[in-house]
C-alpha cells in the first residue's frame, strides 16, 4: 500500500510562510477524513488542522494563520502556513481516516504520512 507523502518543509524565521503538501495515493483517497498533524521534541503528537465533508477544523493555536484544503485534481491535501512562530517549530504529519469526522485527535486517523520538517526561527 502506497503511503501519504509530505513535502513543503524548511526553515524560516519567525512571521514567514510555508506551504506544505500531501500527495494522497488512490487506495487511500477515498478517506474520508484528513489531517494535518505536528510533533516538537518531547511532545505528543497535536492535531494542527483537519478536513472532513468540506469542513475545516483547527488548533486554537494555528486559527487564523493556517489553512488546510484539499485539490482534488491532484489528490493533494494541503497547509497554508502564515504568521509562522517558533512554537510552531516540529516535524509535520498528514493522515487520513476511513471515517468522517475525525478531528484533530490523532489516535482516531489510520493512515500516516513519513513527516516533514517544520523549523521557526525567533
Known amino acids: 500500500q502506497d503511503q501519504l507523502v509530505e513535502s513543503g518543509g524548511g526553515s524560516v524565521e519567525s512571521g514567514g510562510s510555508l506551504k506544505l503538501s500531501c500527495s494522497i495515493p488512490g487506495d487511500l483517497y477515498s478517506r474520508y477524513s484528513m489531517g494535518w498533524f505536528r510533533q516538537a521534541p518531547g511532545k505528543e503528537r497535536e492535531g494542527v488542522a483537519s478536513?472532513?465533508?468540506?469542513?475545516?477544523s483547527y488548533a486554537d493555536s494555528v486559527r487564523g494563520r493556517f489553512l488546510i484544503y484539499l485539490d482534488n485534481s491532484q489528490r493533494t491535501l494541503y497547509l497554508d502556513m502564515i504568521g509562522l512562530k517558533p512554537e510552531d517549530t516540529g516535524m509535520y504529519y498528514c493522515?487520513?481516516?476511513?471515517?468522517?469526522?475525525?478531528?484533530?485527535?490523532?489516535?482516531?486517523?489510520?493512515?500516516w504520512g513519513q513527516g516533514t520538517q517544520v523549523t521557526v526561527s525567533s
Open positions: 493522515a487520513t481516516s476511513e471515517y468522517y469526522s475525525r478531528g484533530l485527535d490523532p489516535r482516531q486517523y489510520k493512515y
Open positions: 478536513l472532513s465533508l468540506s469542513i475545516q
